[in-house]
């Protein structure tokens, strides 16, 4: 399956000083999955896409751009049934930061390099304990919960996705983040691929950010 992660736009609405222009760029974090038997499947062996922008210069409040580094496709092994996205935006403060998080995006696409295995146990320890809460059920474990209720399998799989996208931000956090979110894309449903907007603030910063999934074969 391939898939296209667009970032159509960035606005801002206010920048982070009234001083000077901000210098903006962003990073995309990527991971799919789907759910057999009671177990998770990621989508490839690298686990996740990741990519860094380009750094905007001069933006002053009311611009409007659509970034350079755009359009990323990304080829999963097989059919894969749900997407996590995170959005992560920078205010250019230090070079030193972008230098490094260019490092820190290149790591986490590497097996060796990053400890994948801790990150998905913790977030499968997590899902099965939120669908417990909020069900009001008792599963020891996935399997357990799919097999009983088989209607939970898109909230889990998409909920275990969404944490193992929350759990690389925070790796990626930095002096420079204006702020992050992330978002589950359920591959099924009909709409996943229709445009969403998402607020950053932080900095004193305000700014606005679209993203659209679509599916190209």
Not at 154 to 164: D, E, Q, R, S, Y
Request: charged share 35%.
């Amino acid at each position: 399956m391939e898939l296209k992660i667009e970032i159509p736009k960035i606005h801002c609405k206010r920048t982070t000083s009234e001083i000077t222009k901000d210098e903006i760029y962003y990073g995309i974090i990527a991971v799919g999955g789907k759910i057999r038997d009671g177990v998770f499947y990621m989508s490839n062996e690298t686990t996740v896409y990741s990519k860094l922008s380009e750094i905007t210069k001069k933006v002053k409040k009311g611009k409007t751009w659509r970034p350079v580094v755009n359009d990323h496709l990304i080829e999963f092994e097989g059919d894969i049934e749900a997407l996590a996205v995170s959005l992560v935006l920078y205010e250019k403060d230090r070079g030193d930061i972008y230098d490094r998080l260019k490092e820190q995006f290149e790591e986490i696409i590497q097996p060796e390099r990053f400890n994948w295995d801790e990150v998905i146990d913790e977030a499968k320890d997590l899902i099965i304990k939120d669908v417990n809460d909020n069900e009001k059920t008792d599963f020891a474990d996935i399997l357990a919960a799919v097999t009983t209720r088989p209607t939970l399998t898109p909230m889990i799989l998409g909920g275990f996705l969404f944490k193992v996208a929350k759990k690389v931000v925070k790796y990626l956090r930095q002096d420079d983040l204006i702020g992050s979110v992330t978002d589950s894309f359920d591959l099924n449903t009909d709409g996943f691929d229709l445009p969403r907007e998402y607020a950053f603030r932080g900095h004193k910063g305000k700014y606005q950010v679209g993203l659209k999934v679509t599916q190209l074969s």
